[in-house]
């Protein structure tokens, strides 16, 4: 499949970064809004794989499809951009700074809340014949996990946080490796299989990603679950962000970069 080897796949993960940073605002605001909208659209897929067939292991078996051709295509999420656009701050690229990192940031998270609310308004809209009857059952799943990862996490206090933010760490660990993933190959089906792994293992655990989280909930509130905004981004959307931040950046970004990229120096034998 034309593996690469870290120290190059590595290599290109700093390029991308800083080819991020200095991406128009026009540029990632589409690209953003378009990966929202891919990864919205495969997370409808995957639970309405589950609801059909009963099983979550097909729903997340399935729900890689998203990510791969979102990434395939040259789409940016904000999982990603976490994980990238600071390593062309740590390697003194030209140019590249802090300031231009949380630019970056903020024009993928809009763009990504565009287009996966956008999605979201649609298959609210598929699920009810337009808002004319009842939710299927698909959308009243749909519902239900807007309820159970809102007011079921503050329900539980600060442990309920401590755990939705390890979740929200955990998935970008996972998101984040498969971004990564994706760079070990020159080939199509290499990068697939590659990226395929860590996502199926993020959606099936039930670990917390925040772009996945801006189609659920705001779908879930448009189809009648008991929660509210202010549940969403307090219990959820928020502490999500942050957690992803920390996930990506720390356990795939940084690790990467200091032992493949900024090796220390090898030890003296003898």
């Not at 590249?96 to 763009?111: E, S, Y």
């Not at 309820?147 to 970008?172: D, K, Q, S």
């Not at 307090?234 to 990229?261: K, R």
Request: glycine share 12%.
């Amino acid at each position: 499949m034309a593996y690469l080897a870290p120290s190059e796949f590595v290599t290109k993960m700093v390029d991308a970064g800083e080819a991020k940073l200095y991406m128009s605002t026009r540029d990632t605001l589409i690209r953003a809004y378009m990966a929202g909208a891919i990864l919205a659209l495969a997370a409808a897929f995957a639970v309405t794989a589950t609801v059909n067939t009963g099983q979550p292991l097909i729903g997340a078996l399935l729900f890689p499809v998203g990510f791969c051709l979102l990434y395939l295509l040259g789409f940016d999420l904000l999982t990603g951009v976490f994980t990238l656009a600071p390593l062309a701050v740590f390697d003194k690229r030209p140019g590249a700074t802090w300031g231009g990192v949380m630019r970056n940031w903020t024009l993928v998270f809009f763009g990504n809340f565009a287009g996966a609310l956008t999605v979201a308004l649609f298959m609210a809209i598929i699920f009810t014949f337009g808002f004319t009857e009842a939710p299927n059952a698909v959308g009243q799943k749909i519902g239900s996990i807007g309820e159970g990862r809102t007011v079921g996490y503050a329900a539980h206090g600060a442990a309920g946080m401590l755990t939705l933010f390890i979740r929200g760490v955990m998935c970008n660990w996972m998101v984040s490796t498969g971004v990564v993933a994706a760079m070990m190959s020159t080939s199509v089906s290499g990068k697939v299989i590659a990226m395929w792994m860590p996502i199926l293992v993020f959606f099936y655990m039930g670990f917390e990603h925040s772009i996945v989280n801006m189609y659920l909930f705001p779908s879930g509130l448009m189809l009648g679950g008991q929660f509210t905004i202010i549940d969403y981004m307090l219990w959820n959307e928020i502490p999500t962000v942050i957690g992803n931040l920390v996930g990506g950046l720390t356990f795939v970004g940084a690790t990467l970069y200091s032992t493949h990229y900024k090796t220390a120096p090898k030890r003296k034998l003898g």
